[in-house]
């Protein structure tokens, strides 16, 4: 074996660390978001997302009869770019 082998064995083989987004495990995240927890992950405020929302930009999801907003993880992760596996 040389020596370029032995390095890419290497590289394949140690795990590989938990994609972030401003401090936030992207694994760690559920299925769906709150307001909050989107405005917090993409440092905007509240009232931005629900705009957004309204707009069609990031599509809500109404949970009860008060009409609480959620967001799928999928979405937010798009418009961060991200793509999920």
């Known amino acids: 074996m040389d020596e370029q082998t032995v390095s890419q064995d ?6 590989t660390a938990p994609k972030k987004v401003n401090g936030v495990s992207i694994e760690n995240l559920p299925d ?11 440092r ?3 009232l931005t997302i629900k705009r957004w929302g309204k707009r069609g930009k ?10 609480d ?9 798009w418009l961060l770019g991200i793509q999920t596996e």
């Open 32 to 42: 769906l978001l709150t307001v909050a927890e989107v405005a917090d992950l993409l």
């Open 58 to 67: 990031l599509p809500a999801i109404r949970i009860n009869a008060r009409g």
């Open 10 to 15: 290497k590289l394949v083989k140690q795990p």
């Open 44 to 46: 905007v405020s509240k």
């Open 69 to 77: 907003r959620r967001y799928r993880k999928e979405a937010v992760l």
